[in-house]
């Protein structure tokens, strides 16, 4: 069965540092997403992205986030200069349609961890 | 702020008993609405999604809509120990994002 799938399962940076998440969606899928997970609260919406452009983002997606879809297959998430709040679980998903009931798929995620 | 709420318990009940956990959105635009398990250190995985009033079935697992009432839930019929897990809702608001409740632990006792 596809799956998405995410590198690395677990980074560790410095604050200030650069990271850069990766996502491999499912094959066919067209609308790409990043969520996140600080430890013991909710899953939030960071961005979506279609059509190689970002559809729509929070208000946690400030400048120092950024999305690209460098060729064919993969999807990341670059965070330019890390904070110690950035500390989370990071989930890359994916979707074949934007229709309401088109069901997102999660990849494992990546623990990101700023020290 | 469109919040979804939820019971973050934990939900307590014994091997082959139901399982009922409930959900609360604040969007009346909201078409669909999700429930994924989240076992610990792990990410969401899909359970159902419904989006009409009414129930749907699928296995051991239903799922209620009450778009009047702005309620959603998940019964879980003869609940395992390996059901044990916390389940969240998530609400679509236009077509694009869910919006996840902080999710209810359950906990299937053997």
């Known amino acids: 069965e596809p799956e998405v799938t995410q590198t690395p399962s677990h980074q560790v940076t410095q604050m200030g540092q650069e990271v850069i998440l990766r996502c491999v969606p499912i094959s066919n899928h067209l609308y790409f997403y990043w969520y996140r997970q600080i430890l013991g609260q909710k899953v939030e919406f960071l961005v979506s992205f279609y059509n190689n452009e970002i559809s729509e983002k929070s208000e946690i997606f400030d400048d120092q986030f950024s999305v690209e879809r460098p060729d064919g297959s993969n999807f990341t998430l670059k965070i330019r200069s890390t904070k110690l709040e950035d500390s989370a679980m990071y989930f890359c998903a994916s979707t074949n349609g934007g229709r309401a009931t088109d069901t997102q798929y999660f990849g494992p995620g990546t623990r990101l961890t700023v020290l | ?110």
């Not at chain 2, 120990?81 to 209810?104: E, I, M, N, R, W």
């Open chain 2, 1 to 110: 702020q469109k919040e979804v709420e939820q019971n973050s318990g934990p939900l307590s009940v014994p091997e082959g008993a139901i399982a009922s956990l409930n959900c609360t959105y604040s969007d009346r635009g909201s078409q669909s609405f999700f429930w994924y398990r989240q076992y610990s250190g792990k990410s969401p995985e899909l359970i159902m999604f419904i989006y009409s009033n009414g129930d749907k079935e699928d296995g051991r697992f239903t799922a209620q809509l009450n778009k009047a009432s702005q309620y959603v839930s998940l019964l879980i019929r003869d609940s395992q120990p390996s059901d044990s897990a916390t389940y969240l809702c998530a609400v679509k608001t236009g077509f694009q994002k869910l919006v996840f409740g902080t999710g209810t632990r359950l906990l299937v006792s053997p």
